[in-house]
């Protein structure tokens, strides 16, 4: 299933299993908690897509590499 994430005026898809809806909360939560990181705010400009592994987030950047967040 994909849902689309708002954060800081850029939208990224991201990409969940359906039975796994209460990750994608996770994620948000765990995406206000960084809203003041200025690092991470830095690399959410180059993210192309997230995937959602059961309690970690698979941020997949433009050029292929990846960046992998508990959110738990």
């Not at 990224?12 to 200025?38: A, I, W």
């Not at 192309?48 to 987030?57: G, K, L, N, Q, W």
Request: glycine share 2%; net charge positive.
């Amino acid at each position: 299933m994909m849902k689309i994430i708002t954060f800081k005026n850029r939208s990224v898809p991201v990409y969940y299993p359906n039975e796994q809806s209460t990750s994608f909360d996770l994620l948000h939560h765990k995406l206000s908690e960084l809203e003041l990181d200025f690092d991470f705010r830095k690399k959410w400009k180059r993210i192309r897509s997230v995937e959602m592994v059961r309690d970690v987030a698979i941020f997949q950047y433009n050029d292929g590499t990846k960046l992998y967040l508990e959110v738990s």
